[in-house]
């Protein structure tokens, strides 16, 4: 509160009632009055103080952590469209990581998001792996504030703990993007999310893996086929491939950055030659059905997967190629 002395004009006189100016010296993140009472009036706040920690890299109170862990079942009573309001600003803040950790901690996830606490899979002394919510905070963390890439970063290893498996060759999760982007989609659509949102936050966590099979070596076809499946989300698909990347080894750190440096030389490669943007058969539906002489039907799809796929394998064709092509092939169909 700001008040100006009568006598001397020019002078302000400050009165800091709650000491919040040792606070923002401490960088200390507590509340004016008693947490509880504060959190009792809206719930709501307790993810607040989250999201202010992580924004203005705060330190929370230990009362305010105390008062959160007491009450967290609280959060039940709030919407998910405040929740998802609360958490989209987190996710764009500057050090996300910060709060995420504390809604973990203090058991608030449990009752909105409970995938996240499972990341903390038990160790043994013999099956180790990385720690994954350590790494997918660390991913969050290195991204880009883009709410659609953070919440990608966020969900990305989502599916590990219903994959994970101990087998000759160690722990695996196979599938585990596969079986994350359905997590995925289910976690997000309860939250109450844009289903266009949803599609490309899924897209992201089931293509997050596609890369790793580029050290095996790629023909044009699956350069084509990557920049497909990952459409308008290829610079963030990308993204999110090189943040994937926590490891302290500095020669594998520098191997996976080499070889996405090369993928995306690839891709520039191919786009000078050819109209990556629009990846999509020499000829449509209705010049198909024109040229076979048939309606409607389950043919004209499989009439274009198959000029798709020519166009995947072989780069940009002209029409007349692909109607001599497409002859072919149904002739090939009737016999």
Request: charged content about 30%; glycine content about 4%; overall charge negative.
């Amino acid at each position: 509160m700001v008040a100006l002395d009568a006598g001397t004009p020019d002078v302000q006189t400050l009165f800091d009632f709650y000491d919040g100016f040792n606070d923002l010296h401490e960088r200390v993140l507590r509340t004016p009055i008693d947490p509880e009472i504060l959190f009792s009036d809206d719930p709501l706040r307790m993810l607040r103080a989250a999201r202010f920690a992580a924004r203005f890299s705060l330190q929370i109170d230990p009362a305010i952590e105390a008062a959160t862990i007491k009450m967290a079942d609280r959060l039940t009573k709030v919407s998910s469209e405040r929740i998802r309001g609360e958490l989209d600003l987190l996710m764009v803040s500057a050090a996300p990581s910060v709060g995420l950790d504390f809604i973990v901690r203090t058991g608030l996830a449990e009752h909105f998001f409970p995938e996240l606490p499972k990341l903390q899979l038990e160790q043994d002394p013999i099956h180790r792996h990385k720690d994954v919510l350590g790494h997918t905070w660390a991913v969050v963390d290195k991204t880009s504030p883009s709410l659609v890439l953070r919440l990608a970063a966020l969900f990305h290893d989502i599916g590990k703990p219903a994959t994970r498996a101990i087998t000759e060759e160690g722990v695996t999760f196979r599938f585990h993007e596969v079986v994350g982007a359905k997590m995925t989609r289910k976690r997000m659509t309860a939250l109450r999310y844009s289903q266009e949102m949803i599609d490309d936050v899924s897209a992201l966590v089931e293509l997050h893996l596609r890369f790793h099979t580029y050290k095996l070596g790629w023909s044009d076809k699956a350069v084509r086929r990557y920049v497909r499946d990952a459409g308008p989300l290829l610079d963030e698909l990308n993204e999110l491939t090189r943040c994937d990347s926590t490891t302290r080894n500095a020669r594998k750190a520098a191997s996976l950055a080499q070889r996405m440096d090369e993928l995306e030389i690839r891709i520039a490669e191919l786009r000078e030659r050819e109209d990556l943007e629009r990846l999509r058969p020499a000829l449509d539906g209705v010049a198909v059905m024109e040229l076979l002489k048939i309606g409607p039907s389950p043919t004209i799809g499989r009439a274009l997967e198959f000029l798709m796929e020519i166009r995947l394998d072989e780069g940009e064709i002209t029409p007349q190629e692909a109607a001599v092509r497409l002859r072919e092939w149904w002739a090939e169909q009737a016999r």
